[in-house]
């Protein structure tokens, strides 16, 4: 009888053990879960700041466009800044 008690107390003991370890592993991929949700929040946060910067360049843009008289132009910004196509190279290297 007395051994049939200890083996039913280890065994709770390795149960309960058990029980903590499967908690506390809960408990991390809680967290790790709370630190993804944030971290996609913050994202969505940025893109929408990115849309509201978007729209007010494009309106900044319009309005420069209305004051100047001249349409404005739907070139992209980087073809605005390189001036259209790129142009080839005539010089040589060597300066010739």
Request: proline share 2%.
């Amino acid at each position: 009888m007395n051994t049939d008690f200890d083996r039913v107390k280890a065994d709770q003991l390795a149960a309960t053990t058990r029980m903590d370890e499967a908690r506390v592993e809960m408990q991390r991929i809680v967290s790790r879960q709370n630190e993804q949700e944030q971290a996609l929040q913050e994202i969505r946060g940025n893109a929408d700041r990115v849309k509201e910067i978007e729209k007010r360049v494009a309106a900044l843009e319009e309005r420069t466009g209305k004051l100047s008289g001249a349409p404005a132009a739907s070139v992209s910004r980087n073809a605005k800044r390189s001036g259209g196509a790129r142009r080839r190279c005539t010089r040589s290297p060597w300066g010739r």
